[in-house]
């Protein structure tokens, strides 16, 4: 794998794994409505959840490559759309914070993970646009989905950290930062169509 390709891994990984989706703002609004100490277990089960499905989706993809090879090569396009669509929907969103306070509890923040499509669709297309191309070992894919799912224990990590500084800057700045998101992602969208 290049240095070129690796990079725009990571590229890709940051910023999909930062930018707003279900597990980064239910934590934001959880920390900023419970605070820390009562919102921990919701914390650990979208950690814990992000990593059990980031494995489903390693076991997913060497599955497809070891039962119907070319099927990857198909993937990799439609993973390419959906980099696109991703780059589009950040460009021109609006910030939406959900007001929904409900209980912070585990098994909330750990089933949330298991009906978030982003996260799938990032583990998914990652592996089939990036690292199937060099390598379909399963202990390949395994590492670069832990590496994915640690990519994303970062960023929720960083929205509970920093909570309202990440809201208010997000909410004052959110066009100029979702533009030049939505750029970012285009370049990877260059570096995964060169393999």
Request: charge should be positive.
């Amino acid at each position: 794998m290049d240095g070129y390709v690796l990079t725009n891994f990571f590229v890709y990984a940051i910023v999909n794994a930062f930018t707003p989706g279900p597990g980064n703002i239910l934590a934001l609004n959880t920390v900023t409505s419970y605070g820390w100490k009562k919102g921990k277990p919701l914390f650990f089960g979208i950690f814990i959840g992000y990593y059990v499905v980031q494995m489903i989706c390693a076991f997913f993809v060497y599955g497809i490559g070891l039962f119907l090879p070319a099927v990857l090569q198909v993937m990799k396009y439609m993973g390419t759309a959906y980099i696109l669509w991703l780059a589009i929907h950040i460009a021109i969103s609006k910030p939406k914070i959900d007001e929904n306070k409900k209980t912070a509890s585990f098994i909330k923040g750990f089933l949330l993970q298991f009906v978030n499509i982003k996260i799938y669709m990032f583990g998914i297309t990652t592996l089939t646009g990036f690292i199937t191309p060099y390598s379909k070992a399963l202990w390949v894919l395994i590492t670069f989905e832990l590496l994915i799912a640690t990519i994303g224990t970062i960023a929720t990590s960083t929205w509970i950290g920093v909570g309202f500084l990440i809201q208010k800057f997000y909410i004052k700045y959110y066009r100029i930062i979702n533009i030049l998101l939505g750029l970012t992602l285009l370049e990877c969208i260059w570096s995964m169509l060169r393999i």
